[in-house]
């Protein structure tokens, strides 16, 4: 399954839509962190799970054991604070969230995305 630059790059916070159900309670939305210009193709066998407004393949699950996630739920505050103060021009150039590393620290990360990504993760060991 190919990876190829996306039409959109996302750098910092957007709203991610889960797009079918499993198993599991997620919320229909949810914002999360993006730092990626690259999308993959969702493999044949498996099912889109979320979206962003841009980007429509930003997650899948094949299966019952195997989640492919484009967007960041492992990032803590001090994760988000690091990539954007090392690497802040990143998010400068032609970012169509049109966020500066400043906005993108200063949004904080949800505390919902850790009880999410747990989920998921017990989902998996299921």
């Known amino acids: 399954y190919k990876v190829t630059k996306s039409p959109y790059k996302e750098v910092g916070w957007a709203k991610i839509y889960r797009q079918c159900d499993i198993k599991l ?17 969702v493999p044949q066998e498996a099912k889109l799970l979320f979206s962003s407004d841009l980007v429509k393949n930003q997650g899948f699950i094949l299966g019952d ?11 803590d505050e001090d994760s988000v604070r690091e990539v954007a103060l090392n690497d802040g021009n990143y998010a400068l150039q032609n970012n169509a ?3 500066t590393p400043e906005d993108i620290i200063k949004h904080g990360v949800p505390k919902e995305n850790k009880e999410i990504l747990f989920k998921l993760l017990d989902y998996l060991l299921v």
Request: charged share 20%; no cysteine.
């Open 97 to 99: 969230l049109h966020q």
């Open 65 to 75: 054991n195997v989640v492919g996630l484009q967007f960041h739920f492992e990032q």
């Open 25 to 41: 309670e997620l919320p229909d939305s949810f914002t999360a962190f993006h730092w990626h210009e690259e999308m993959f193709e």
